[in-house]
C-alpha cells in the first residue's frame, strides 16, 4: 500500500487506523490491528464493566495492550467526557504514543500532549472544523463523512465530497473516516486527498472484537438500506435499522420535545445493543457501507485483504 506522511506521523507500515469504538476497542483487539501494521486504538470505557471506573480500566487496557503488541498504539479520548482531562492525564503519565480527540475544542489538550511527546489527531466533520483543527497544531486531521457509524456531524456531508474540500483548505495530513470498508475505498479516499483511512464497522466484524455476536451478525446480514441516521435534532447518529431505531424515529417524527427524545433514549443503549446483544432495546452502531461486509474475519485478515486489494486495483488502472 501506498506510503504517506501517516506511515510516519504514526510509526506504522499501513496508513490504516482502527476506530476507537467507546464500548468496543479493547486492548486485544487494537494488539491484533497494530500487530498486522496498521493502527489499532483502544478506548477507556472498552470492556468494563456496567459502572465501572474509566480511570481503572483505561490503566488497564494500556498495560494489556504493550503486553501484546510493541507496536505503536492510538488511545481515543472523546471530548465531550466529563473526565476527559483526567483521562488525558493519565496518558501523559503512561507517555502513550498517539491519542484521537473528537467530539470538542482539539485546543484544550493538544499543546499540552504535545509536550509530553504524544502525536495528537482530531476527527472533523467540515471544512469550518478542519481549518480551526489545523490552527491547533495537531500532527493530522481524521475527515469523517455522515456515512460514518455511531456520531456524524450536523451537515451530514458525504466523505467523497468532504475530502477534497478539506485537502484545498488545510495543510495537515487528512484520515478519510466514514463508510469505508474495503480497498476500494481506500484507492476512492486517496484520490481524492486523503493520506490514510479509518475503519469502524469492518472492525467490528472481527473474531477478536468483543461486540456480542448477534450485533456482529446483524452487520453480516445488512443489506445497503439498512443503515438510519437518527436524533437529527439532539446528536445525529447512524446505526442499523432495528427494531430500537424504528421506536426512535417514530417519537421524532411526531415531533417530541428535547427532553421526551432524551428520556427514551436513557442511559448506555449503546452498551445493551452492542455488549449484550438486545437489539431491540439497545442502539447498535453501523456504517452506511456495512452491507458490504459478509463475513467475520480475524483483524489481521481485515489489513491483509485492504493492503493486497489496494495494490490488485492500481495494478489495473495505471
Known amino acids: 500500500m501506498k506510503r504517506t506522511r501517516i506511515c510516519d506521523i504514526l510509526g506504522v507500515e499501513h496508513p490504516l487506523v482502527q476506530g476507537g469504538m467507546l464500548w468496543l476497542a479493547t486492548a486485544e483487539l487494537a494488539a491484533a490491528v497494530s500487530n498486522a501494521g496498521a493502527l489499532g486504538t483502544i478506548s477507556p470505557y472498552a470492556g468494563m464493566e456496567k459502572g465501572g471506573d474509566s480511570s481503572k480500566n483505561l490503566k488497564l487496557q494500556i498495560t494489556k495492550v504493550r503486553?501484546?503488541?510493541?507496536?505503536?498504539?492510538?488511545?481515543n479520548i472523546p471530548l465531550y467526557l466529563q473526565q476527559s482531562g483526567i483521562l488525558i492525564d493519565i496518558l501523559l503519565k503512561e507517555e502513550v504514543p498517539i491519542v484521537i480527540t473528537s467530539g470538542g475544542d482539539p485546543d484544550h489538550y493538544t499543546a499540552l500532549l504535545h509536550q509530553g511527546g504524544i502525536r495528537v489527531l482530531h476527527v472533523v466533520s467540515s471544512v469550518r472544523q478542519s481549518l480551526r483543527a489545523e490552527s491547533s497544531k495537531l500532527d493530522a486531521l481524521i475527515v469523517e463523512g455522515v456515512e460514518a457509524a455511531a456520531y456524524?456531524?450536523?451537515d451530514e456531508i458525504p466523505l467523497f465530497s468532504l475530502i477534497p474540500q478539506v485537502a484545498d483548505a488545510v495543510s495537515l495530513p487528512i484520515i478519510a473516516a466514514g463508510g469505508i470498508v474495503d480497498a476500494r475505498g481506500v484507492v476512492a479516499a486517496f484520490a481524492l486527498g486523503a493520506e490514510g483511512v479509518q475503519l469502524g464497522t469492518r472492525f467490528i466484524a472481527v473474531t477478536e472484537n468483543i461486540a456480542n455476536p448477534?450485533?456482529?451478525?446483524?452487520?453480516?446480514?445488512?443489506?445497503?438500506?439498512?443503515?438510519?441516521?437518527?436524533?437529527r435534532k439532539l446528536l445525529p447518529t447512524r446505526s442499523l435499522k432495528t427494531e430500537f431505531s424504528r421506536r426512535?424515529?417514530?417519537l421524532e417524527k411526531s415531533g417530541a420535545p428535547a427532553e421526551e427524545i432524551k428520556a427514551f433514549l436513557g442511559y448506555s443503549r449503546a452498551r445493551k445493543g452492542q455488549l449484550e446483544g438486545d437489539l431491540f432495546n439497545g442502539e447498535v452502531y453501523a456504517g452506511a457501507s456495512a452491507g458490504l461486509i459478509r463475513e467475520i474475519l480475524p483483524a489481521a485478515t481485515v489489513v491483509r485483504r485492504m493492503v493486497e486489494g489496494y495494490k490488485d486495483i492500481i495494478k489495473k488502472i495505471v
Not at 503486553?67 to 488511545?75: A, M, Q
Not at 448477534?214 to 436524533?231: G, H, L, M, P, S
Open 67 to 75: 503486553d501484546l503488541t510493541r507496536k505503536p498504539f492510538g488511545v
Open 152 to 154: 456524524v456531524g450536523f
Open 214 to 231: 448477534k450485533y456482529k451478525q446483524a452487520i453480516v446480514d445488512a443489506k445497503d438500506t439498512d443503515t438510519v441516521i437518527t436524533c
Open 248 to 250: 426512535l424515529l417514530e
